[in-house]
């Protein structure tokens, strides 16, 4: 049985004639008869009642109809689900996203317009740090990630710039600093300074480190936070001040003042970042999607 048997019985049942079918399906009459005749014989079953008018289903010829029907339907689902994964419409991506950015406009904004157009794919955002994004997509653990610090020497990965992060200066609100922060950076030499240990990202970390010593100071370094949200909850405790990318403003906690500064006038990008070595059709759809959105 194949499935244009399925076909040529649907048709004949559904037009309960041999004649009207042969003439929808576009073959000639006797080869249509032909047909369900073989199919009949193969099922050992009469299928159809014949008579001058037409035909009709027999018991057995019903029960048929519907599981043909089911079975092209299900066909057809299934054609329709091949096309959409080759179209990269379906399917699911694991992406990376460095936490402090889950708040970002820039982000969020693409991220949900992507989904509205796409709801057959599946995006599992896994927050993590660059530094292990990178690995976790050279791996093939990630299919891609939001994230800084790309390194050129792998030429294994591409990406693009979604947005650019400058610094800023995050002070307690109970401070006096902040009714008055420092005229110069290096003024801070003395206070406490909320850290982040250079494990978790140590590319953002000697950025950081090189940023003060180029304002003439090294940072007093008393806590560490294991991310952004932590080290900001202790500034907000009064624990100290910090630096911080201005994503942090679209989490920032109500007892911290965020302060641009001009000794902090460096920034640095944050891309999308995938390997060319695993590129699916949904990621594929995924990049061009954000390509665009970058482009508006």
Known sequence: MEIRHLRYFSAVAHHGSVA???????????????????????????????????????????QFHKDAERLLQELEEAKERVSRITSGQLGSLRIGMTPNYTWHPALLKP????????????????????????????????????????????AHLQGFTMFRNRLLLAIPASSPMAKKPPARLKDLRDEPCIWFPRTR??????????????????????????????????????????????????????????????????????????????RSPTLENFISFLRKYTME
Not at 22 to 51: C, T, Y
Not at 111 to 118: D, E, P, T, Y
Not at 130 to 142: C, F, H, M, P, V
Not at 243 to 251: L, T
Request: charged share 20%; glycine share 6%; hydrophobic share 40%.
């Open 111 to 154: 991220l949900q317009k992507f989904r509205q157009s796409n709801p057959s794919v599946t995006l599992l955002l896994e927050p993590s740090m660059s530094a292990r994004q990178l690995e976790d997509i050279q791996t093939g653990k990630l299919e891609g990630g939001f994230l800084a610090w790309r390194s050129d020497e792998d």
């Open 201 to 278: 990202s140590p590319r953002y970390y000697d950025f950081l480190i090189h940023q003060c010593l180029m304002a003439g100071f090294s940072p007093k370094l008393v806590q560490l936070g294991s991310d952004v949200s932590t080290i900001l909850g202790l500034v907000a405790a009064g624990m100290g001040y910090s630096i911080v990318s201005d994503a942090s403003r679209f989490n920032c906690p109500r007892d911290v003042v965020l302060f641009e500064h001009p000794d902090l006038s460096s920034s640095y990008d944050v891309e999308f970042v995938w390997s060319d070595e695993s």
């Open 20 to 62: 009207e079918a042969s003439r929808r399906l576009n073959i000639a009459q006797p080869a249509l008869s032909r047909q369900i005749m073989d199919l009949e014989e193969e099922l050992k079953a009469s299928l159809f009642v014949r008579g001058a008018r037409g035909v009709t289903l027999t018991a057995a010829g019903q």
